[in-house]
């Protein structure tokens, strides 16, 4: 079972700000789940926006 996450909490797990966290879900940047008022993250979900959210860093031109 996936755990959810409030704002505050997604905003630790992202070491960012819940204004940060709160602009990619009204932009619809990450999926998210509302209860009433409630705004609550899958971990999931965040685990997987980090990972594509990964830039590869192209190969190396100099070899030490």
Known sequence: MS???SVPEAAEFLNTTE?????????????????????RISRADLE????????????SRWIA
């Open 19 to 39: 204004r940060f966290v709160r602009r990619m879900v009204e932009e619809r940047r990450v999926p998210f789940h509302r209860f009433g008022r409630h705004v």
């Open 3 to 5: 755990t959810f996450l």
């Open 48 to 59: 997987a926006f980090v990972a594509a959210s990964r830039v590869e860093l192209p190969p």
